[in-house]
């Protein structure tokens, strides 16, 4: 059936991503006679609310590509009492649906619908610079460290300009891995906000006493800080990302990669935040069928393993998880590794709003405008409000 | 998505297609498989027993085009069968597809596939990426422990289903009303401007003969382009427009603005609004006036240079400049380096406070600057070389000479300044994000009003709310302004 | 005793300039103040609150007549000063910043120490000299003062060219600097690969040209609306003209950002989505408010006298506007013009939302769709603004160029 797709991604201009994005398309092109695809590259910042606005005049593109924090943001949106996404769960028979990691697929659900077929994933792990480990004279990080054992090369580390760990200690993403190692979680089970529990009070005093108490940490890291506080090496190690990992290289650090520690008193790992990207199809696709056979083009092994190798970006396919080309790359197989021991949050209204709440009660602690318990407890009460309007 | 029955789409099947009834009968020697309801890319097939006892699971494949033979056809899903202890049934709608057991959902595996409880003699499951609008051809071929078929794999008799269920679109926004809106904008603004024109002509103004045509082209370009917009914001902002409905909104009157004026901390941004605007249009203009008076000095060399210099933040994009200031301002920033300290600028409420209105300073100068020195060197200089002879003292010409030269231009410059930083959005937005928090649910410290709005839209996704608050933004504008003008006089025309 | 005119209103040029000057240099130790409390440097407070002090009692010390005298405490205080201020220097890690912040004390004692043992001072503080001196010095304070001035208004100059030139160092430096990182020592690497990646990119000079024709366009059409429209609301008192000129504020007023779907709305009824002409129409229609404002202030000022008498001469309105109107109002016209030009050179969000096709992508839109999900390409990204403000500052070089040659030209207005 002849068709001219629309095609939102977010890549940067000229980048390798973008290139091969071009690529898969004109295969699919080949492969599909009559079908057409209009690439466009929308800034990523603004990704989500271009897509709303557009959505809303009936310019919608067919097919999106975006984030499960971006699904949880969006998913709850009506149009004309329709969803701004297709529920791609009609679309796809079990067998195809099986390839997909299963918890990739669970985290472009909101609540029933599917809403995209998820492309890549990604979480944060524990980088180091070697040289600064090796000029203090500390071993480098191991599976088998505790929390403690950190501690102690972050102290032995700190000297002069150099600190020994660079954290946000403002946002949350960086905070959750904490939150859930000392056992704690933003929501249990059932989905209720449970920022108010014992455990998350013990985390947030564990992560802000790295700057209050042992100074391991700059206080004030922005975002760009961190990654410029690393790469300057003025820091020894930082909570980053396999998307970080080229730059760093090619600023020429000689980095390592570990997991993250285990924490003493609950015995668990500190368990980053899993998240991840996914080709959605929009709700006013007049071209649904080859629009999903093109979403399921862009998730399939073949095109994942492109990016895997060329931009580390971690697949989300069952089989290139066993991969052995994968696998041989150090980078890949370390934070497939780390992926093993992430958590995800419900891609929902609840996880979408949590980042605000949460932040907010790391300032306020971190600055002592409000005891900890005290700022969890208002953080959880305000959430609670807000999912009840 | 009416279900049919599925008779009805045997019938249509027979019809059009002319099959011979027994194709969509046959599976196996005992088991019967028919095409039930269909919704959207899905076809139901109900099996009904009796079940072979050997049978372990169900492998379904189907294709496009009637098939005899496994290897052409493409794989579907398998369903076991077995135990169901220990299994959990889940919700209708919460699994990808839905499988039902003598009418209840089927219990789900570990990898979410549905396992049939032995003692079944019925169950369906829905088929779903089926290609809409084709024949699909379906086989069920039971397996045994060991993954055999039961039945002949080389002499398949597939059923065959087609799904016609429209794919539900969102319907196009209609955009009559909007053309219906701009028409009758413009028309009544050409209506108003000949009707004022017909009025000055009975009064007999025939020095103003032409100049509602020299008006009319950027009051229509105006009114056509932005009235509509600004009339649907304010009708916004009496209704209970979201996220959560769009396209489907109730007029709610002003329960709105009680919500406003029931925000925590509502005074608190709007004095800082108005402090933030204040500080920002004063300084603009001070700052402007200074230094365009001391590059307007007759003989000043490096003028050029200068002036090119302060205009450059004018000139680089607003966001690369406020991010530079983030970066500077950051502990181990540059300012800090000069100053030998690690003070985070941004985390303390007041000092937050201070450097978003000192950066956005920074950021407006220049252009005040501009426009006061284009409004200086239109100044004759023989006025000034007049006043020098009579002994006038340079302050005297300042405050005597220069400045009420310069309010035709300082008035409209001004309060646009002023407009413009009360809805300044990029520099907080960039720079501190509203942050420091106060507290929880409401506005941050450095957060003025806009930025606020922004917030309550985009984040929370209440558009009626902050339509609301975007009218009193609106109000409390018109009302600065009105009187700003009236002080002013700045309407009247050239004597 | 009896004195001339010009032994009464002779004061030395040097002692004329402290009087502004030390007042000026203590202020500024009022905002050096700042900086030292920010350091929490006792210190350093205490030590500029008293060069603080000092200064204010110099001033108060300099003679404020002939032979008023007091040569020795100004001596004595200048000293002091220095003292003050070297102390103030010592405490320092003396970077760049302390360097210049102590300056502001040593450097004001220096000059008064310095101006205290110059011989016309002396003369004229201590009151010797008779009138011839007092007439000499006149004379000499006529060209001495200026230069004076001009001195210190350079001083001023370069700090306000310092505060702002600052950020754009660190820009430029960012831009410089192997590698995506935001700060670093400035001036420590040099790469051109930032620029090398942003100009070869394969989009670049696409966003170039759409930006080049939109805000020429922009500038050109919104010109055309304001130009009438100013001069009307500025010659001609008619109906409905306060209430139209309020019109043009009040679209300014309602934040934009909420209407954002209607104002798309009303661009895919007109069917300017995706179209040159429908941003540069939105621009000029953003910009009109200040320029129609403005070319009425400037229109405003025209002598009307000029205008009647060319009428009288035979000109039609048409000519007496374009040859006499618009020449005066030269400078307004390229303010507008040059407004309108920036406005949309830079303009982002509604770029954008009416834009959805990479070949319509104009300079903002483009460079932030080359920022990536994670982490920032911060060095190209900075490398890019400044390559996007090169035009910008082209612009306003001509523009001052042109302004002063058009003004030379008819410089008829008084």
Redesign the interface.
């Known amino acids: 059936m002849p068709a001219s797709l629309k095609l939102w991604h977010t890549f940067p201009a000229d980048s390798p991503q973008e290139a091969l994005l071009a690529e898969a398309v004109r295969e699919f092109e080949a492969a599909r006679k009559g079908v057409s695809v209009d690439v466009t590259r929308i800034p990523y910042l603004q990704n989500l609310q271009q897509f709303i606005n557009s959505a809303q005049g009936g310019e919608a593109p067919d097919l999106i590509r975006l984030s499960d924090t971006e699904v949880g943001k969006i998913g709850h949106i009506s149009v004309e009492g329709l969803p701004l996404l297709e529920d791609l769960r009609p679309h796809l028979t079990p067998a195809q649906r099986a390839h997909y990691e299963p918890r990739s697929l669970a985290a472009m659900r909101y609540g029933e619908p599917l809403f995209a077929l998820p492309v890549s994933q990604g979480c944060l792990a524990l980088l180091y610079n070697k040289s600064l480990f090796d000029a203090a004279g500390v071993s480098y990080p191991r599976s088998d460290w505790t929390t403690a054992d950190l501690l102690a090369a972050a102290t032995a580390l700190t000297q002069g300009e150099v600190r020994g760990i660079s954290l946000p200690l403002k946002w949350s993403y960086w905070f959750l891995p904490f939150q859930w190692g000392f056992g704690a979680g933003p929501f249990d089970e059932a989905g209720n906000v449970t920022l108010d529990s014992p455990g998350t009070d013990t985390a947030v005093e564990w992560f802000l006493d790295l700057d209050r108490i042992h100074g391991v940490v700059a206080s004030g890291v922005s975002l760009e800080a961190m990654s410029t506080q690393f790469q300057l090496g003025k820091a020894a190690m930082v909570l980053d990302g396999p998307w970080a990992w080229n730059r760093y290289v090619e600023a020429g650090l000689d980095i390592g990669l570990a997991v993250m520690p285990t924490v003493e008193s609950t015995g668990l790992r500190l368990a980053p935040m899993l998240s991840y990207f996914g080709w959605g199809v929009s709700k006013q696709s007049a071209h649904k069928v080859e629009a999903s056979a093109l979403a399921r083009w862009l998730t399939s092994d073949t095109v994942q393993k492109r990016y895997a190798l060329s931009s580390n970006m971690l697949p989300v396919q069952e089989s290139l998880l066993e991969d052995p080309e994968i696998l041989a790359n150090p980078v890949l197989a370390g934070f497939l590794e780390q992926t093993a021991y992430g958590r995800t949050v419900p891609t929902n209204r609840a996880s979408a709003m949590l980042f605000e709440q949460l932040d907010t009660a790391l300032d306020l602690s971190h600055s002592g405008k409000m005891a900890t318990t005290e700022a969890l407890a208002a953080a959880d009460a305000e959430l609670e409000k807000r999912l009840s309007q | 998505m009416a279900p049919r029955p599925f008779i009805t789409v045997l019938a249509s099947w027979l019809l059009v297609l002319s099959l011979c009834a027994t194709a969509a009968q046959a599976a196996g020697p005992n088991m019967a498989v028919v095409v039930g309801e269909e919704s959207y890319r899905t076809l139901r097939i109900e099996v009904t027993g009796p079940i072979d006892p050997r049978t372990d699971a169900w492998e379904v494949w189907f294709a496009n085009r009637e098939f005899s033979r496994l290897d052409e056809a493409e794989f579907h899903s398998l369903v076991r069968r077995g135990d169901t202890s220990g299994l959990t049934r889940p919700a209708v709608g919460a699994a990808y597809d839905e499988c039902r057991v003598d009418g209840d959902m089927a219990h789900r595996d570990e990898q979410g596939r549905p396992v049939i409880s032995s003692q079944a003699t019925r169950w369906s499951c829905d088929l779903t990426g089926m290609t809409p609008g084709q024949v699909q051809w379906i086989a069920v071929v039971p397996v045994d422990a060991a993954g055999t078929p039961l039945l002949d794999v080389n002499a398949l008799q597939p059923v065959a289903g087609r799904t016609d269920v429209p794919d539900v679109r969102t319907p196009p926004p209609d955009s009559r009303p909007v053309t219906y809106a701009l028409g009758a904008i413009v028309l009544s603004a050409i209506a108003l401007l000949s009707f004022l024109r017909w009025q000055d002509a009975k009064r007999g103004r025939t020095r103003a003969r032409l100049a509602h045509l020299y008006v009319a082209p950027g009051i229509i370009a105006l009114a056509g382009l932005t009235f509509y917009p600004i009339l649907y914001g304010i009708w916004l902002a009496f209704t209970d427009a979201d996220q959560s409905h769009l396209g489907d909104t109730a007029f709610i009157g002003l329960q709105n603005f009680v919500e406003v004026f029931k925000t925590p901390g509502i005074w608190r941004v709007t004095a800082f609004t108005f402090i933030w605007s204040i500080a920002n249009v004063t300084f603009h203009v001070l700052l402007g006036l200074v230094l365009a008076l001391a590059l307007n000095r007759p003989g000043l060399k490096g003028k050029t240079v200068y002036r090119t210099i302060l205009l450059l933040p004018w000139a680089i994009p607003g966001y690369i400049s406020v991010l530079a200031w983030n970066g500077m301002l950051q502990p181990d920033g540059l300012i800090n380096g000069m100053l030998g300290t690690q003070i985070d600028f941004l985390a303390d409420a007041g000092r937050a406070r201070v450097v978003v209105i000192l950066v956005n300073i920074w950021l407006g100068v220049p252009f005040m600057m501009a426009s006061f020195s284009g409004a200086l060197q239109a100044l004759g200089k023989d006025m000034f070389e007049a006043a020098e002879v009579d002994g006038v003292s340079r302050w005297d010409q300042l405050i005597h000479l220069t400045l009420p030269n310069l309010k035709a231009t300082m008035v409209p410059v001004s309060l646009l300044g002023f407009i413009w930083s009360f809805n300044a959005f990029n520099t907080i937005y960039l720079l501190s994000r509203g942050g420091p928090y106060v507290g929880f649910g409401e506005p941050g410290a450095t957060d003025i009003l806009v930025t606020y709005v922004f917030e309550v839209a985009f984040t929370y996704g209440h558009y009626g709310l902050a339509a609301a608050w975007s009218v009193l933004i609106f109000l409390m504008l018109v009302g600065f302004s009105w009187t700003y003008l009236r002080q002013t006089r700045a309407t009247e025309a050239a004597a | 005793m009896n004195q001339t005119v010009a032994q009464k209103s002779y004061v030395p040029a040097e002692l004329l300039a402290l009087r502004s000057w030390l007042p000026a240099a203590a202020a500024m130790n009022g905002l050096l103040f700042v ?1 030292e409390a ?3 440097s006792p210190g350093g407070m205490g030590l500029t609150a008293t060069g603080l002090l000092l200064l204010l009692a110099l001033r108060f010390t300099l003679p404020a007549q002939a032979g008023a005298g007091r040569l020795w405490a100004l001596r004595l205080l200048a000293m002091a000063l220095i003292a003050v201020g070297f102390g103030a220097f010592m405490l ?2 003396r ?3 302390d360097v210049w912040s102590r300056a502001w004390l040593l450097g004001p004692g220096v000059l008064v120490l310095a101006w205290s043992f110059f011989a016309p001072v002396q003369a004229w503080s201590t009151g010797k000299g008779g009138p011839e001196a007092a007439e000499e010095g006149l004379a000499r304070n006529r060209t001495r003062l200026p230069r004076l001035e ?1 001195r210190a ?2 001083l ?2 370069l700090h ?2 310092a ?6 160092i ?2 430029a430096d ?1 831009a410089v600097s ?7 020592r ?1 001036g420590d690497a040099f790469t051109l690969e930032h620029f090398r ?1 942003v100009l070869g ?3 670049f000079w696409i966003w170039t040209r759409n930006s080049l024709i939109i805000a020429i366009g922009t500038t050109l059409v919104g010109l ?3 130009v ?2 100013g ?12 209430g ?23 661009m ?3 069917g300017l ?1 995706n179209t040159s002409i429908g941003l540069i ?2 621009y ?2 953003t910009a ?3 320029c ?3 070319l ?6 025209v002598p ?1 006298a000029l205008e009647e008498a060319a009428l009288l001469d035979g000109c039609t ?1 048409l000519e007496v506007f374009f040859r006499i109107v618009l020449p ?5 016209v ?2 507008t013009a ?2 309108s030009f ?1 406005a949309a050179w ?1 303009e ?1 969000l509604l770029a ?2 009416f834009n ?3 070949d319509r992508y104009t300079l ?15 060095g190209d ?2 490398a890019a ?2 390559v ?2 090169i035009p ?2 082209v612009l ?2 001509l523009f ?2 042109s ?2 040659q058009g ?1 030379s030209a008819g ?1 008829v ?2």
């Open positions: 900086g920010l350091r929490a320092t890690d970077t760049l910043y001009t208004l350079h001023f100059l306000a060219i505060v702002i030139i600052v950020p754009v660190w820009i960012v192997p590698g995506n990182i935001l700060g670093g400035i990646s990119g394969s989009q055309a609306l304001a009438p429209a001069y009307a609301y500025s010659r001609y008192d008619f109906a409905g003209r306060k139209s000129m309020f019109a043009f504020l009040l679209v300014q007023m309602f934040p934009g950002i909420i209407i954002l779907v209607p104002y798309f709305m009303v895919k009824t007109l989505l129409i939105v000029s229609v009109l408010p200040l129609v404002w403005m009425k202030g400037f229109f405003d000022t009307r309105q005066l109002s030269l400078p307004a390229g303010m040059l407004f920036i830079n982002f954008l939302v959805t096709s990479n903002p839109v483009g460079l932030s769709s080359m920022i990536p999900a994670n982490g920032q390409l911060w990204f900075a603004s400044i996007v403000s910008v500052v306003f070089m001052q160029r302004l002063i003004l410089s207005k008084g």
